[in-house]
């Protein structure tokens, strides 16, 4: 069209593309132009982004537009943001996740797993029930506050170990699975137990033996049990580097929907809202020996392979509970698996600790667990379908996940040193137990 009325105009246009497709989507995040930004997109956005450049331009005689001379700002190119996340790790977790909620039509589940030594995220997997009965990271239900049911029983343990009310071996009894406080009364899942051992009572996860205790210890003075979970900063969120985290709900006797029947309900997991990762992070502060520590899920921020800023683990609380506190409840957690309510979980390969949970309102059921080296948290949300039956528990529906988690913490240990037991397939240096494979071809890791 000539010189003057025509040309190549150049407009750039910036995509962020996600290497793993759907993996992690509510956790890596989405951005999007005039929409909402989430994830880590979202926190780290200015990081990511950089800056734009620019300059100031004249216009000439005949039309042309000349630059002044040291007008000039180039742009800055955006870093790079290095994730915790595992994605062998993350990727089991995703399987499992979904195999299970598809298997049983659950509505909605989360999976977490956090190193017990630096309280960094190795994988957070969220799914939720669409329209059409398919699965998809619809929201974070790893932050999101919900009744933690019995894996909370292990908050009311720690309390009456540190202030020295009783211990691991002590007897309590459940009264056959019935207890009356006020004008409520509470029940077991299990009817019939008897005089048990705390340890037996927390394995068995006897609502009313642990209810028993705190009312007995706590009534006159409910504040000391209320301000010991403020110390494990369960009235806090939990600070990891996600927005939109909600608050918890943790009552205390200030509270005007405070009842007579408050203490030994909290005790066994209701009338108290926490989320999922303040739970593994409770856990993970237990395998870490009383040390709480602080989850992340952003290693550094490098610029062309060089590390600009680098995140350290950062401790929360040094101590949760005094040591012997800490060693009693380790030796309930691990009553759980050998004898209690999760010892289906039982593996050749690793110790495994943890504590199982289902919380009858919400049609919940939890597992909380961990190893040496990793802590797991299994949640998942249902809506009672007929095809349940007897695994509307934390063991039924959420242990199967647990096991596929902790077989990704065996990718370290030397091959000279493992050995494999019968029934058990070696294949490229991993485990798999062909009982445990799904209908869809995943094998889950062992």
């Given amino acids: 069209l000539g010189s ?55 216009r000439m005689p005949g039309g042309q537009w000349m630059i002044i001379q040291g007008s000039e700002l180039e742009p800055t190119n955006g870093f790079d943001v290095v994730t915790t996340l595992d994605v062998s790790i993350q990727d089991i977790a995703e399987h499992a996740l979904e195999s299970q909620l598809s298997k049983f039509e659950c509505l909605y589940g989360t999976c977490i797993v956090m190193e017990v030594k630096t309280g960094k995220i190795k ?3 969220n799914l939720g029930r669409q329209n059409d009965g398919s699965y998809w990271e619809d929201f974070n239900y790893a932050l999101i506050p919900t009744e933690p049911g019995s894996t909370f029983k292990l908050m009311t343990l720690l309390s009456l170990f540190n202030d020295k009310h009783i211990t691991v071996d002590d007897q309590v009894n459940a009264q056959g699975g019935s207890a ?38 706590y009534a006159a003075n409910p504040t000391v049990y209320t301000n010991f979970l403020k110390k494990l900063q369960l009235d806090q969120k939990t600070g990891i580097d996600l927005l939109g985290e909600r608050r918890p709900v943790v009552k205390t006797p200030l509270n005007k929907s405070w009842s007579a029947t408050s203490l030994p309900w909290m005790a066994t997991g209701y009338e108290v809202m926490i989320a999922p990762l303040r739970t593994c992070m409770i856990y993970n502060a237990v395998a870490n020996n009383g040390t ?56 050749p390969f690793y110790s495994i600790a943890g504590k199982t949970g289902t919380t009858n309102e919400s049609h919940d059921a939890w597992f909380a667990g961990y190893n040496p080296k990793v802590v ?47 029934g058990v397939t070696q294949v490229d240096g991993d485990w798999f137990i062909p009982e445990f494979s799904n209908a869809g071809g995943v094998r889950e890791l062992q």
């Avoid at 132009?33 to 950089?50: C, F, H, P, R």
């Avoid at 005089?195 to 205790?213: E, H, I, P, R, T």
């Avoid at 062309?304 to 101590?319: A, G, H, R, S």
């Avoid at 096991?403 to 990718?411: Q, V």
């Fill in 180 to 217: 009356s406080f006020g004008n409520r009364t509470m029940k077991d899942s299990h009817l019939g137990l008897g005089v048990l051992s705390v340890k037996q009572a927390f394995a068995l996860s006897s609502n009313v033996a642990m209810a028993k205790l705190a009312y007995q210890f």
């Fill in 292 to 347: 709480m520590m602080k989850p992340y899920l952003v290693n550094a921020i490098r610029s062309f392979d060089k590390d600009v800023q680098v995140f350290e683990p950062e401790v929360v609380v040094p101590q949760i509970a005094s040591k012997d506190a800490i060693r009693q409840v380790k030796l309930a957690l691990e009553e759980v698996v050998l004898t209690g309510t999760g010892k289906h979980i039982q593996s």
């Fill in 4 to 58: 003057r009325k025509g040309g190549l105009v150049v407009e750039q246009k910036n995509k962020r593309v996600n290497p793993f497709n759907v993996m992690a989507l509510r956790t890596i995040g989405l951005w999007r132009k005039n929409s909402q930004v989430i994830g880590l997109e979202a926190t780290y956005d200015s990081v990511l982004k950089g800056e734009n450049g620019h300059c100031i331009k004249q």
């Fill in 123 to 125: 994988a957070i997997a």
């Fill in 376 to 422: 797991a948290v299994a949640w998942i949300g249902f809506d009672k379908p007929a095809s349940l039956g007897d695994r509307e528990t934390g063991g039924g529906l959420a242990l199967p996940m647990w096991i596929s988690y902790m077989g990704t913490a065996l990718r370290d240990i030397p091959q000279e040193s493992r050995e494999v037991p019968s």
